[in-house]
Structure formats: C-alpha cells, structure tokens
C-alpha cells in the first residue's frame, strides 16, 4: 500500500506547485496598489509641500540633475537659436513615499501623472519655445523607489536662444547654453546640482550639417534677483563651423571670378566689347554673390571675415574694369601722338632745330650781319667744352624695368603687361594676410 501512495502524493504536489506560485506572484502585484494608496492616499500625502533636506533637516530640498541630448537639429545664424531634443532627468529624496519592497521583489513603483507627488519648478531660461512628446503615450515617467527616492525623465524639444559672435564668421566657434534654474523657490528651499560622475550625455552618432560639437561643458550659474537667490544649471556647448562647406560655395567661386576678370588684361586694347563685357559681367556676379552672403546673416554692426574677403574680392573686380578704363585713354593718347608726327615728319624737325637763330642776324634792309668770333679764345671756354664732353660721353647706367617696358611702345600696352603681373602678386599677398590671420586667431571669449 505505501509504495503506491507515494507517487501519487509526488505527482499532486507537482501539479499543486504551478498553481500556488501564480497565485502568490498575482497577490504580489496587488501589493502595489496598496503601496500607492497607503503612501498616496488621501490625507497621507500632500504634493504641495516640498520634501525635507538631507538628513531629514529643514535645510533645502536637493535635486540632482543630467541630460541625455538625444539630437540638435539646427543652428540658426540668423535668428541665433539652436533647435535640441533631449531627456531631462531629476532625481530627490522624499523620505515621506518610502515603503515596504517585500523582501527586494518591489524594486520601484512606476507613475504617470506628475501631480501626484511634488516636482521641483525648474524652467529652461534661455527657451523661446518647447513642447513635450505625446506619441503614442506621453514620453514620461516618475520612479518611486523603496527608500523614498524619486526619479522623474521626460523627453523634450526645445529651440534656444544662443547669442553668437560672428567677427570670424565662416572660420568661427560658438558657445551655445542650456541654462535651467528655479522659478519660485529661493536657494534656502531648493538647490539643484549635477548628477556626480557624467551629468550630460550625448548621443554617438550627433550629426549636424554645419557643425561639429567639439565639448561641452558643466557650471553653475545662481541668479541674485531682489526676491532672493535662484539656483541654477548650465551647460555650455562648443561648436565649430564646417569650413568645408564656405571653402566650396564662396571662397573658391570668388578666387575664380577675380581671375576670371584678369583675362581681359590678355585682350587686345582694341576688343572694347569683350573687355567691357567681361568685367562687368564679373563686377555682377561678384556682387550678387556678395549679396546672398549677407542674406544668410544677421545684420549686425561689426565687420566678419567674410565681409573682409568679398570685399577685397569685389575691389579687385571693380579695380580690373577701371583698368581698362585707364588703358583705352591711354590707347587714345597713343593715337593722338601718333597723328601729330605724322603731320610733322622726323626730318622737318631736325633742320628747323639745326638753325641756330643767333647765328645770323638780319638788318633792316633784309642783309645778313654775320656774328664776329673773337681771334683769341679764352681758357675758360675750354673748360667748360671739356665738361660738356664728358658727360657726354658718360655712358647712360640702363635700368632692367624701362629696358623691359620699351620693348612695349604704347603706353596703354605697358599698361596691361604691368596689371598682369601687379593684379596676382598683390592678391597673393591678400590671400596670405588673410589666411595668416583668421586661421591662427583665438575666438574672442571662446575659452
């Protein structure tokens, strides 16, 4: 008889084990409900005081905060304000919504509502918009856990504003904040402090289209106002400008219009068509892209790098075509000259200068009255012809520049072989100050 009891007592408490553990585990998720009532219920908890200090002292509720910036979608040069997604995380200690975890199992209880336990009043200060996520449940959650601690994350996007500094504007670096503070309560209520070990996090794989987040980085920022002492957070992040982009939409196109606007020094001087359509077509679209630049920008009242390299640029184009201006007067000089010794011939002019008028001297009468030289000739006389031959017969010192220029015998063609070698020298010496300068200059207020 025992041998066959039990097996089957065996095989009850097997198929009588599964049905007990459900049983408990169903019991244990009722124990949250009553959880939340007991800590929550009516006249047991009130969201409008705010919790004790450390230690359960009357000093000031301490709420640590950290970010996880999830994406920055743009930087605005024009309005100065960045658009960020981000969740925002604040943890504090109530000791009033400790409870009972039964034994480790109820690691922490989850709510949805945050008018139900109180929230510190943090804002954004620097906002100019924001909105919470609400697809398809609001993107929300509160954490009460065993010891009393509560953990509130929601994920937001905000537009910021972010004054900027463009004096290096396309070679710049800004610094744009995240600043949070407490709108009502003073410092002798509520203080926030960044979470300890890493307060602010972002996302690996941050692309912007203009910009490269180089660091950022975490202060403090309170606030004296004449109501009292506001406790504050801030993040500052540094961005740098993606200089490829300028170098291939501006820098490179107007380094080609200015050559382009030095072919009309190869032109003949009698092409005036070509040369003159040549350089204001060059003139204009340096102009227009001058002006699409500057459409892009804030109309601020400093000068930006980009203003000093289209500007030079648009000097050089303008210079070009008063060049041409300068060569066809000279052109019409060179005629002029021309038509007078044609008038008057070389040799006419060599025999009416050979006549020395104080060779003869013509009386009245129409006779000729010839000069008496004296018959004994003074020594000082000699001298002087002696000098003269000397210097004559000094030879003249040749200089490599008007040896070159004569082999051009107008001068409006002296004019163009000048420009040709004047107009790229003095653009390589620009581009070399230029470069010098803005590449190896620190941002003012930068660090």
């Not at 009722?30 to 409008?48: F, T």
């Not at 200015?258 to 077509?281: E, Y």
């Not at 000082?380 to 015998?409: A, G, T, V, Y």
Request: aromatic share 12%.
């Amino acid at each position: 008889m025992w041998p066959g009891v039990l097996p089957l007592l065996v095989l009850l408490a097997a198929l009588l084990h599964p049905s007990r553990c459900t049983q408990v585990k169903v019991n244990f998720r009722e124990k949250e409900k009553q959880v939340l009532d007991n800590i929550l219920g009516p006249g047991r908890y009130d969201a409008r005081i705010r919790p004790s200090g450390e230690n359960g002292t009357d000093g000031p509720a301490v709420v640590r905060v950290n970010i996880f910036v999830r994406s920055i979608s743009k930087i605005d040069d024009v309005t100065m304000e960045y658009s960020v997604q981000l969740t925002f995380r604040e943890q504090w200690l109530d000791e009033r919504l400790r409870f009972n975890d039964f034994g480790g199992r109820l690691k922490y209880l989850t709510l949805t509502e945050a008018n139900r336990v109180w929230m510190p009043d943090l804002f954004f200060s620097n906002e100019k918009e924001g909105h919470f996520h609400n697809i398809i449940m609001p993107n929300v959650y509160i954490r009460i856990f065993p010891n009393g601690s509560v953990l509130y994350s929601i994920r937001i996007s905000l537009t910021l504003s972010c004054p900027m500094n463009l004096k290096l504007y396309p070679l710049d670096r800004q610094v744009c904040s995240l600043r949070m503070a407490s709108y009502g309560w003073t410092t002798n209520d509520l203080v926030f402090l960044w979470k300890e070990g890493d307060p602010v996090q972002v996302v690996k794989n941050l692309h912007l289209p203009r910009f490269t987040l180089e660091k950022f980085l975490t202060d403090y920022c309170n606030s004296k106002t004449n109501t009292g002492e506001y406790s504050c957070l801030k993040v500052d992040l540094l961005f740098k400008r993606e200089f490829s982009y300028y170098l291939i939409q501006i820098y490179i196109p107007c380094c080609m219009l200015v050559i382009v606007s030095w072919v009309s020094f190869w032109l003949d001087q009698s092409a005036v068509p070509a040369r003159v359509s040549l350089g204001v077509t060059t003139l204009l679209t340096m102009a227009t892209q001058t002006s699409g630049i500057n459409a892009s920008l804030p109309p601020v009242s400093y000068t930006k790098a980009i203003d000093v390299w289209t500007g030079v640029c648009l000097t050089f184009v303008f210079g070009a075509l008063l060049e041409f201006a300068l060569v066809n007067y000279a052109s019409r000089s060179d005629m002029h000259s021309d038509n007078i010794k044609k008038q008057f011939p070389a040799s006419e002019m060599e025999h009416s200068s050979s006549i020395d008028p104080s060779s003869e001297l013509l009386e009245p009468d129409g006779s000729a009255n010839f000069a008496m030289k004296p018959l004994v000739r003074h020594p000082e006389d000699s001298i002087d012809k002696l000098r003269q031959c000397e210097i004559h017969m000094q030879p003249r010192k040749k200089n490599c520049c008007r040896s070159w220029l004569s082999k051009f015998p107008t001068r409006s063609k002296r004019i163009d072989v000048i420009s040709r070698i004047f107009f790229p020298i003095v653009f390589a010496f620009f581009n070399l100050a230029y470069w010098s300068t803005y590449l190896f200059r620190e941002e003012e207020g930068s660090e």
